[in-house]
Nanobody
Framework: QVQLVESGGGLVQPGGSLRLSCAAS????????MGWYRQAPGKQRELVAH???????NYADSVKGRFTISRDNAKNTVDLQMNSLTPEDTAVYYC?????????????WGQGTQVTVSS
């Protein structure tokens, strides 16, 4: 059974940093691209950062230069380091995985972790 469990959310002041972590179980990590999405109240869920099985990354324009996604294939974890946070980063953050060789694509999601940026 595939399971994604996020941790690391919380309340932080503007300009601060947080590090989110997602632990994957179920045997899919090594063959899965991983990503972080977020959803703010009243808005659609959006892709924040994505990392391929080979470590290639891409980011939403709004977080480029501030956020860094990384993966540890030995620990089956994917992290999101978030720096210079602003109130606009407030959202529930979700970990995502999909097996790159499986068609049609099947997405797996974590339960989400709340990030609140406020003074």
């Amino acid at each position: 059974q595939v399971q994604l469990v996020e941790s690391g959310g919380g309340l932080v002041q503007p300009g601060g940093s947080l590090r989110l972590s997602c632990a994957a179980s179920g045997g899919i990590f090594s063959t899965s691209a991983m990503g972080w999405y977020r959803q703010a109240p009243g808005k659609q869920r959006e892709l924040v950062a994505h990392i391929t099985t080979g470590g290639g990354t891409n980011y939403a324009d709004s977080v480029k230069g501030r956020f860094t996604i990384s993966r540890d294939n030995a620990k089956n974890t994917v992290d999101l380091q978030m720096n210079s946070l602003t109130p606009e980063d407030t959202a529930v953050y979700y970990c995502n995985a999909y097996m790159v060789n499986l068609y049609p694509r099947r997405d797996y999601w974590g339960q989400g972790t709340q990030v609140t940026v406020s003074s």
